[in-house]
């Protein structure tokens, strides 16, 4: 084994620098190469035991001794469906900080803990709640009236076709649609959106406001058709009188 050293002939050197000096040794093939340092590893700390009370519920987790109170509010998270922010760790009748250490604060095996829910936590939970609860609800009303829009709309082309070709059409079909088409506007203005619920709002408003400048176009086109004349009365020919009369032998 060689060793090589940054201090040359070794003199001037300190502890610290002597700790610098590299181990090489030489290979099978003749290849001088550095010496792998085998470290010591140092062993995971211990594990602990915890017996936590949650409600009415008891609940045993295992957690490293050395951990923080943040670390175990994250195992915890799974077992009380509380987000850490949410929980307060009780230990010996006194809340404790997330960055304390289980050890540090006397946390043994066994050791017993109480986790409650942040009040300010759980009612913002609730507000969050109530306005998932009003987006979903103004989704299923814009989904529910986007589809009595296509309906209408699909009126709407029926009309169209129908005066493109010349056949006039009952005033009061395009009236009463024009009608029905502003009854979905008023409908679409009650109705509380938010991000993309407010955007599928302003959608179907533009289709609505579109469809009914489309009727009052075809209103006027149709007004200026001359209405088809059915009739089934039927015209009588009959044969000229003659009073001249052949005979036949």
């Known amino acids: 084994m060689v060793r090589s050293s940054p201090f040359g002939d070794g003199s001037g050197g300190t502890a610290a620098d002597?700790?610098?000096?590299?181990?090489?040794?030489?290979?099978?093939?003749?290849?001088?190469?550095?010496?792998?340092?085998?470290?010591?590893?140092?062993?995971?700390?211990?594990?602990?035991?915890?017996?936590?009370?949650?409600?009415?519920?008891?609940i045993e987790v295992s957690v490293g001794s050395q951990g923080t109170f943040l670390e175990l509010k994250k195992v915890l998270e799974v077992e009380t469906g509380l987000r850490p922010a949410e929980q307060r760790l009780i230990y010996k009748g006194k809340e404790r900080e997330n960055g304390e250490y289980l050890?540090?604060?006397?946390?043994?095996?066994?050791?017993?803990?109480?986790?409650?829910?942040?009040?300010?936590?759980?009612?913002?939970?609730?507000?969050?709640?109530?306005?998932?609860a009003?987006?979903?609800?103004?989704?299923?009303?814009?989904?529910?009236l986007c589809l009595e829009v296509d309906k209408l709309a699909a009126q709407v082309k029926t009309i169209e076709k129908s005066i493109s070709t010349g056949n006039?059409?009952?005033?009061?079909?395009?009236?009463?649609?024009?009608?029905l088409f502003m009854r979905q506007a008023v409908?679409?203005?009650?109705?509380?959106?938010e991000g993309d619920a407010s955007?599928?709002?302003?959608?179907?408003?533009?289709?609505?406001?579109?469809?009914?400048?489309?009727?009052?176009?075809?209103?006027?086109s149709n007004s200026r058709l001359k209405p088809v004349v059915v009739t089934?009365?039927?015209?009588?020919?009959?044969?000229?009188?003659?009073?001249?009369?052949?005979?036949?032998?």
């Open 18 to 58: 002597a700790a610098a000096e590299m181990e090489w040794e030489i290979r099978p093939g003749g290849m001088l190469v550095q010496k792998r340092v085998v470290r010591a590893v140092t062993p995971p700390p211990p594990m602990v035991r915890l017996r936590i009370t949650f409600r009415d519920a008891k």
């Open 103 to 132: 050890d540090r604060c006397g946390v043994k095996d066994r050791s017993k803990l109480v986790v409650v829910e942040d009040p300010l936590s759980r009612e913002l939970r609730n507000i969050e709640m109530r306005r998932n």
């Open 134 to 144: 009003k987006l979903q609800s103004a989704a299923r009303a814009i989904s529910s």
């Open 168 to 179: 006039k059409v009952p005033e009061l079909q395009i009236s009463g649609l024009i009608e």
């Open 187 to 193: 409908k679409l203005d009650t109705i509380p959106a």
């Open 199 to 220: 955007f599928q709002k302003t959608l179907q408003a533009e289709r609505v406001q579109k469809c009914v400048e489309v009727l009052d176009v075809l209103e006027i």
């Open 232 to 249: 089934t009365k039927w015209e009588t020919f009959d044969p000229p009188s003659t009073t001249h009369w052949e005979f036949f032998d």
